[in-house]
């Protein structure tokens, strides 16, 4: 029986590759920050099939304890602060947890566990103002936010600790990817509550900053098996993980109150202070490598994602979930 350990397990990314590997056989081991509130929402049904470690990104000794006493096979480091908006507000602690933080991790790797395959959640946001279209392995960074900076950081680390101390370490750079279980600050979980608020008459409006910006959106269960085709193969590398679809916000918004009856057109209404600092206008990734190598396509649809995550706010705000 194989051993994973997840950091970031009660995140949405966390809970749906928890629950693959434990569907696969794997003896799952979970990294928690000790914290007086507890947000289990996603991990509800399999907490306690997790074997639980407290520990934080930015403290090396827990993750050293943690890596020591679950001997896992594979890590996956999930965790950040990941939320891009708020990277501007607290840029320091961005970059001490989701950068640093990747370092950290490694370190205890390298040290406790050198055997252990790694996985480091890269983020499209590295990309950033980009200056080709669409997004490969090959293209050049160009980060726009303290948030992507760091990502960037924690990808670079990876590969150098690959090339250093033969580590087998592997970056995802993953495109949005959403599901029922995203953060509320996100853009799309943003939409589709206030759909469901606005449906069932609970609240009458919905402000949106830049309705251009284009992102390659996917769902985040499709995107988790992808992190565990990485950690299957011969030799570590990485790899771009997205549609090859891209859509703005406005048309998130039109499918998206398109789902529940409505007109989005009627209900939004645009708010300067939701608008970036500096702006990252179009996402687009090719996952042709993931294709070939891993055999991994998307098989959820942008539509099949947005109504999906509707309903289940929906069912949320009227009590049937």
């Known amino acids: 029986m194989k051993t994973a350990l997840i950091t970031g397990v ?3 990314d966390g809970s749906y590759l928890a629950e693959l590997l434990l569907k696969k056989g794997y003896k ?11 947000n289990d929402t996603n991990i509800k049904r399999i907490k306690n099939e997790i074997e639980w470690f407290s520990g934080d990104l930015s403290d090396l000794a827990s993750l050293t304890e943690a890596v020591k006493t679950s ?3 594979e890590v996956y480091n999930l965790a950040a602060q990941s939320f891009v908006a708020d990277s501007w507000e607290q840029p320091v602690f ?4 989701t950068g640093l933080g990747v370092l950290n991790m490694l370190e205890a790797i390298r040290q406790t566990k050198p055997d252990a395959k790694f996985y480091q959640a890269s983020s499209s946001e590295m990309f950033g103002k980009v200056v080709e279209t669409p997004q490969t392995e090959n293209t050049p960074f160009y980060p726009r936010s303290p948030y992507g900076v760091a990502k960037l950081y924690g990808h670079w680390i990876t590969i150098n600790y690959r090339e250093s101390f033969d580590l087998f370490a592997c970056s995802g750079i993953l495109f949005n990817h959403e599901s029922p279980r995203r953060g509320i600050q996100f853009v799309t979980r943003k939409v589709t509550d206030g759909v469901a608020r606005i449906k069932l008459g609970m609240q009458k409006e919905l402000r ?3 309705l251009d910006a284009k992102r390659d959106w996917g769902f985040a269960g499709d995107y988790v098996k992808a992190m565990w085709l990485m950690l299957q193969q011969d030799q570590p590398d990485d790899y771009v993980i997205a549609t090859g679809q891209t859509h703005t916000v406005e048309k998130l918004l039109e499918v998206a109150f398109s789902c529940a009856g409505l007109n989005w057109k009627n209900h939004v209404v645009q708010d300067k202070t939701f608008m970036r600092p ?10 042709q490598k993931a294709k070939k190598k891993l055999g991994w396509t998307p098989e959820v649809s942008f539509e099949q994602l947005i109504e999906m995550m509707v309903e289940a706010d929906l069912r949320k705000y009227s009590g049937t979930s």
Do not use: I, Y
């Open 208 to 210: 949106m900053g830049n």
């Open 28 to 38: 799952v081991a979970g990294l928690k920050r000790r914290t007086s509130t507890e």
């Open 10 to 12: 009660t995140g949405q």
């Open 278 to 287: 500096a702006e990252v206008d179009l996402l687009l990734g090719s996952a």
């Open 94 to 97: 961005t970059g001490q947890v």
């Open 71 to 73: 001997k896992p096979d």
